[in-house]
């Protein structure tokens, strides 16, 4: 309510500098043209410096506030989180700067140098030193952050560790949810293939029923478990239109895109309950979300995502029901029905 009032407050407050601006143009016109093009100017220069100095009041103010929320970003739960965000301090102390020089000068400008018969104009055709200065300097700055961040690129997308175990996931996209397959105990996801799809048979992604190591492969149904400290490989793709696999607090997004498979890897380092713990939130969960707007039921993208212990993991994983398994035992059971059937037939 008090936004609602302050936003209010602000406009009226508009509203009336720009119905004095108008009487006074009118009052101008019954003294004489120039006067009221004088008083004009005079007006509109001063509400560009007010725009200055009240703008820049309010983003610095509204940064400062609203920090917690955006500006600084949280304590990234994933080893490669704090390397972007890094990044991301490093480029905001690169434009803060350049930002604020130019709204000044923009601003201040538009204010020093209205119209004014009593100056004279100078004419400043060029200055190379000048030139050279404002494309060296941004140019200079450009290469740093450019390295800094295929660098950090290089280093998250690049190969995981020989020397660390590596659990394998596959996030699967379509309108309006996530399929996330494990590979299980063995550690490898078993090999799939667009021939093999079929849904009607309950083998929707395909999977190779000769490659053995889809036999232990499961979907996470509900909430998705991950094991602390942990490298996990995501391979993404789409079945349909554009998506984007998103952990916001692990710093982690990379789009699915329709044909072309996209892979990321990351750490957890944070468990839910140390985040929970961390941020005074009984009830907080990480999430899954997709960061790309793909139809009128975007918002059912969400998942919930739960970092655990080893041993936890490793118990969730042992109550989790094979696709292979669940397949078998449903092909066993309908082989028993038909030859219950060729029994009774036979008997009749």
């Not at 009226?12 to 500098?17: T, Y």
């Not at 509204?62 to 390397?83: I, N, Q």
């Not at 979907?219 to 789409?238: E, G, H």
């Not at 993208?301 to 212990?309: H, T």
């Amino acid at each position: 309510m008090y936004s609602l009032i302050g936003i209010l407050a602000v406009a009226l407050l508009i509203l009336i500098l720009f119905q004095l601006a108008k009487a006074g143009e009118y009052l101008g016109l019954l003294k004489g043209e120039k006067e009221a093009n004088d008083r004009n100017n005079q007006v509109q220069a001063t509400l560009f410096l007010g725009t200055l100095v009240f703008g820049m009041i309010g983003i610095f103010w509204s940064a400062w506030y609203y920090s917690d929320a955006f500006l600084f970003l949280r304590t990234p739960a994933s080893e490669h989180g704090g390397a972007v965000k890094n990044m991301y301090f490093w480029t905001l102390g690169a434009i803060l700067p350049i930002f604020v020089l130019t709204h000044a000068l923009l601003f201040g400008f538009a204010y020093i140098y209205k119209k004014d018969d009593s100056k004279l104009s100078f004419y400043y055709p060029e200055n190379n030193k000048l030139e050279l200065i404002w494309m060296a300097v941004p140019a200079v700055v450009m290469v740093f952050l450019v390295l800094e961040g295929m660098r950090n690129w290089l280093k998250i997308m690049g190969p995981v560790p020989e020397d660390r175990t590596v659990l394998v996931i596959e996030a699967t996209a379509q309108q309006f949810k996530w399929d996330l397959r494990f590979s299980g105990l063995d550690g490898k996801l078993g090999g799939k293939s667009v021939q093999l799809m079929d849904p009607e048979n309950g083998n929707p992604w395909g999977q190779d029923w000769d490659d053995k190591a889809n036999y232990d492969d499961f979907f996470a149904k509900d909430s998705i478990v991950l094991p602390v400290n942990v490298p996990v490989l995501v391979k993404i793709n789409s079945l349909d239109v554009l998506h984007s696999f998103y952990l916001p607090d692990f710093q982690v997004k990379m789009d699915a895109v329709p044909g072309i498979p996209t892979q990321f890897w990351f750490t957890p380092i944070k468990t839910t309950e140390q985040r929970r713990v961390e941020l005074n939130q009984p009830d907080y969960n990480y999430e899954l979300a997709c960061a790309e707007l793909c139809g009128k039921a975007h918002f059912n993208m969400r998942r919930e995502l739960f970092i655990v212990e080893q041993d936890q993991y490793e118990d969730w994983v042992k109550r989790q029901e094979p696709l292979y398994k669940t397949l078998k035992a449903s092909a066993s059971l309908e082989e028993e029905v038909e030859e219950s059937d060729e029994t009774i037939a036979a008997e009749y």
